[in-house]
């Protein structure tokens, strides 16, 4: 991606590492290719089907399998997600300028998308989404282009993880190009993760869950492996997160007097990462371990 690219990557301690942004990644779309064939199910249904796929994983043994879960796709089909998160990444590494506003970003992005739907390209694409991608091709205002409160979806989510990946300096308004990747101020970074949220989903819990995930990942990059222990229990790392997403909300109101109103909603946000073991660091600092 050359020099100027790669400076585009947040370079807190733990993703000095070459291969940080692409395992990050590599994870995203596995997750995403395991879990598209129950998506929605109930965590009964997720079980059983956890079951039936270790097999297939292990020992190859794929007979009944694609009849019993979902057979429209092959084994290991991934997303739009992971569709749409490859567009985010490439549109953000591409752009021509190391200072992007997130307007510039969020039509950037709407035009990768558009045209991979135009060509028929995207895999599960989920009504919202494609009711977005419909507006987009026929040239509404860029603030109409996600589908309405409501209809929310995990899209933007997923898209969340990228931009925590992302060097915050990119986003500064002042346009300063950090060649060490490190800043402290991420207020513009949260910015353009919610814009580019809107792209697709205007709904609020679709755009606040987009930003939990965001402030998570740069939290966990912020450390080393061996200093993951220092996440603490589940239950301080999700206060922490969610007190920056407050942080961020309340900004956003008091600049524009208007915008997310995060209380109402954050307990029900914070529920989808509260399935993870308790020991948060132990559980990062086993995977790293095992590459």
């Known amino acids: 991606m050359g020099t100027s690219s790669t400076s585009r ?26 879990g598209l064939r129950v998506e929605g199910n109930l965590p009964s249904q997720c079980r ?49 300028s190391n200072a992007l506003a997130e307007g510039e970003l969020a039509m950037r992005y709407a035009k990768r998308i558009a045209a991979l739907y135009k060509q028929s390209k995207i895999v599960g694409c989920g009504m919202a989404t494609a009711k977005a991608l419909t507006r987009i091709i026929k040239g509404v205002p860029l603030e109409n282009f996600g589908s309405a409160e409501g209809l929310a979806g995990n899209s933007p989510s997923v898209r969340g993880v990228i931009m925590g990946l992302i060097n915050p300096a990119l986003f500064e308004k002042e346009g300063r190009d950090h060649q060490d990747g490190k800043t402290t101020d991420d207020t513009c970074l949260l910015s353009a993760c919610a814009a580019q949220s809107r792209v697709t989903h205007r709904d609020p819990y679709s755009v606040l869950c987009a930003l ?76 790293l371990g095992q590459g």
């Open 48 to 96: 059983a089907f956890a079951k039936d796929l270790k097999p297939c994983l292990t020992k190859g043994i794929t007979k009944g399998f694609l009849k019993k879960w979902d057979g429209r796709w092959p084994l290991g089909q991934y997303s739009d997600d992971t569709q749409l998160s490859r567009e985010l990444l490439l549109g953000i590494m591409e752009a021509p």
């Open 212 to 287: 939990v995930m965001c402030i998570a990942v740069r939290c966990i990059l912020s450390l080393e492996a061996g200093e993951l222990d220092a996440l603490g229990s589940k239950r301080s790392f999700l206060r922490s997160v969610g007190a920056r997403l407050e942080s961020f909300c309340d900004a956003e109101k008091d600049r524009e007097g208007k915008g997310l109103e995060a209380k109402g909603r954050l307990h029900t946000i914070l529920n989808c990462l509260r399935s993870t073991g308790d020991a948060l660091g132990t559980s990062f600092d086993k995977a």
């Open 9 to 34: 990557l947040a370079r807190d301690r733990a993703s000095d590492r070459e291969d940080a942004v692409s395992g990050a990644f590599v994870g995203l779309a596995v997750g995403d290719a395991i």
